[in-house]
């Protein structure tokens, strides 16, 4: 009960700061950032869109990291797509470009940390980055931002070019917290490296 609280409050603190990001007319990485990207130039639903833009990535999920993850993942992805929804119930409000991107990224860093530590992700960009992790040692929050980096450029034609710097801006801080959480807090575990813990590592690791 207790990790689908923390996957709960996760998806709430991401669907927190991509809506800051869609009102501050910025975008983020991953599939979420594509599908912000696509709403703008589309007006189709960004849940719709993140939904189905999934749908590869889950296959591979299955494939390589195990059918409890990807079930884990999908819940996820679902619930981030519900709570992204109900913006049409909010009243309407814009924020800065420096504050939505700097407030987004924190939050979107912070709810991503908060999944990872759970074995759950929001699809995409998170699958990958947490693969590399277990196969390669990669960081995933310097894997993360640079498949976010080339969504965000692939979006430039849509958003703009001051809206790509700060988009990038928001991303590079999403990388940051992502980055520092995965180390751990280095003065109280100086000697433990700490790593997100998947599922189907014994597979992974042959």
């Known amino acids: 009960m207790r990790k689908w ?31 912000l990207g696509l709403s703008y130039l ?5 849940a719709l869109l993140f939904f189905v833009i999934n749908i590869p990535f889950y296959i591979f999920s299955v494939i390589r990291m195990g059918l409890s993850f990807t079930v884990t993942t ?13 913006d049409v ?9 420096w504050s ?3 407030i ?7 709810g991503l940390s908060l999944l990872f530590r759970n074995q759950a992700s929001l699809g995409g960009s998170n699958i990958l980055a947490l693969f590399l992790q277990k196969r390669y040692g990669f960081d995933p929050g310097k894997t993360n931002f640079l498949f976010d980096l080339m969504v965000v450029l692939t979006s430039v034609y849509t958003i703009g070019i001051v809206k790509g710097f700060f988009s990038i801006v928001s991303i590079a801080v999403t990388s940051r ?30």
């Open 100 to 102: 939505g991107a700097l």
């Open 104 to 110: 987004g990224g924190v939050l979107i860093g912070l």
């Open 42 to 46: 589309t007006q189709l639903p960004f």
């Open 177 to 206: 917290i992502i980055s520092y959480f995965k180390q751990g807090n280095v003065s109280k575990k100086p000697v433990v490296k700490e790593e997100y813990v998947l599922p189907g590592e014994a597979s992974l690791s042959k």
């Open 74 to 86: 999908i819940l996820s992805v679902s619930l981030l797509s519900v709570l992204t929804a109900a």
């Open 5 to 35: 609280i923390h996957i709960w409050l996760g998806c709430f603190v991401v669907a927190c700061g991509v809506l800051i990001l869609k009102h501050s007319d910025l975008v983020t990485g991953g599939t979420a950032g594509l599908s």
């Open 89 to 97: 119930w909010l009243p309407s409000f814009v924020i800065s470009y």
